[in-house]
């Protein structure tokens, strides 16, 4: 049973750059939701992704959009790179439950950003 | 506004002592709660859960306490070992629909030997 995967491990650009991130959420699940961990510190919510649509999002500004494929995948976008945006990039896979929101959340094994 | 925090940001525990790990939070309309174990370079690992309906689960080695009335998480591993060495996570939601999770600072647990 595959686990939650995301790419690449590591990734580094300069600011004002553009990176996509990618996300294959753990079979059978149908919800992906990514978070910020900077160092040293807890992960924050970005967004969620259900149904190929932004179900809910954290306190981020536009220039991280994302979307979500037909096969559940997902991609986090990060438009106009600043120095802040090195961090931890977490995906983490749920399945929805009938009429309630998505349950326990599994993590991939995550994306460094580091921007110069 | 809703927070989790953590009493202790560092501990440190004799190989084969029991470690216990504390958690704050500050959602009282939070009804789920998760323990993560972050091991350093990885994602976070899934460890123990507990609804709010519930103030106690058990499961291999590991238990989780939930007392509502102070808004107070713990988990406590027993018989710690060197691979328990890690950034230990809680993490509250409130059971609503397009649910995110809020995630305390850490909690790092050093094994000695």
């Known amino acids: 049973d595959a686990g939650v995967t995301q790419s690449p491990t590591h990734l580094i650009k300069t600011r004002g750059q553009q990176v996509t991130l990618r996300c294959s959420p753990k079979?059978?699940?149908?919800?992906v939701s990514w978070y910020q961990q900077a160092l040293g510190q807890g992960p924050q919510f970005i967004f969620q992704?259900?149904?190929?649509?932004?179900?809910q999002r954290g306190n981020f500004p536009d220039r991280f959009s994302g979307h979500q494929f037909p096969n559940y995948s997902s991609e986090l976008n990060v438009n106009a790179l600043l120095l802040g945006d090195s961090a931890l990039y977490l995906c983490?896979?749920?399945?929805?439950?009938?009429?309630?929101?998505?349950?326990?959340?599994?993590f991939g094994p995550g994306t460094r950003l580091t921007v110069l | 506004g809703e927070s989790v925090g953590l009493h202790l940001p560092t501990l440190s525990v004799q190989e084969g002592d029991n470690s216990i790990i504390n958690c704050a939070y500050s959602?009282?309309?939070?009804?789920?709660f998760i323990w993560y174990k972050q091991e350093s370079g990885k994602g976070p690992q899934f460890i123990i859960d507990?609804?709010?309906?519930?103030d106690k689960r058990q499961g291999q080695r590991v238990t989780v306490l939930l007392n509502k009335t102070v808004k107070h998480l713990s988990l406590q591993i027993a018989a710690t070992q060197p691979g328990d060495s890690a950034v230990y996570f809680c993490a509250e939601k409130e059971d609503n629909y397009g649910q995110n999770f809020v995630f305390g600072p850490g909690t790092r647990l050093s094994v000695l030997p």
């Open positions: 079979s059978g699940h149908d919800t």
């Open positions: 507990i609804r709010s309906n519930m």
């Open positions: 959602n009282s309309a939070s009804d789920y």
């Open positions: 992704y259900y149904e190929e649509e932004e179900r």
């Open positions: 983490a896979s749920s399945l929805a439950g009938s009429g309630r929101g998505p349950d326990t959340q599994y």
